[in-house]
């Protein structure tokens, strides 16, 4: 990211218009790689803003705090940070160390949960499939869900059905996670490529995997479309762990699961 700072001598101006120059930092990664200096063209309030856009400059740090200033910059695409006074490099260094960009939007909240969830059609079918896409959303009644793009194998499964399982992923099922995450049932029996074992669930017609340490039985009870996902709600209705996982009251000590 690239900043100036309007200065008047060594430090930060009050006034943008009547500073003597400008500093200009480029910022990677918190540290400064780029400092030059330029002088103000001409103390024109109006010429500003044009002037510090063909320097591809994305923040204006100064002393303004003039509300039709900032209008002005932010026009051409330029944040200014004002109310600002002392030296103008440290100014500078603070800022770079505390700067943001925007980011990549896409699945923006990480790290999130390696699942698999199974599913069971009326025929009988089934299926696994890797879900990146997954969280809690209540806790009386307790419900979790999972998000599903419409054209995966499993999704209709999961429509006629009204059920899944959502079953947790310690390393040591890391290959099989790999696998059923990247090949598709419509290709290919990848369960039976990769032996996975199935069990019955105790509540809803779909299998768990038991050799996860934890599987959460669900039943459908709405669903949201939301972009590329239908979002599947589900009331858990059972939740399977490995003996070694619970204590006296059966609360799971996830601490004890190798997560992926």
Known sequence: MKFSVAIKGADVSKDIECCDTFLIFEEKRGRIIMRQIIENP????????????????????????????????????????????????????????????????????????????????????????????????????????????PTRYSYPLIKESGCFVVNLVDKKYQETFDYLGSHSKRDEDKLAAMNVRLQDGQKVNAPILPDCPVNIECTVVDSIVTGSHEMFIGKVEYVHADTDLLDSEGNIDYAKIDFI
């Open 42 to 149: 001409g103390h024109k309030p109006d010429l500003l803003p044009e002037f510090l856009e063909k320097f591809k400059i994305e923040v204006l740090l100064c002393g303004e705090r003039n509300g039709q200033t900032r209008q002005a910059f932010a026009e051409k695409g330029i944040r200014i940070v004002g109310d600002l006074s002392g030296n103008a490099d440290k100014i500078a260094e603070e800022f770079a160390r505390g700067a943001k960009q925007q980011a990549n939007m896409k699945s923006s909240l990480q790290p999130t949960p390696k699942v698999l969830v199974s599913c069971r059609g009326l025929n009988g079918e089934e299926n696994v499939l890797a879900v990146a896409y997954c969280g809690n959303c209540s806790y009386a009644p307790p419900m979790v869900m999972v998000g599903i793009v």
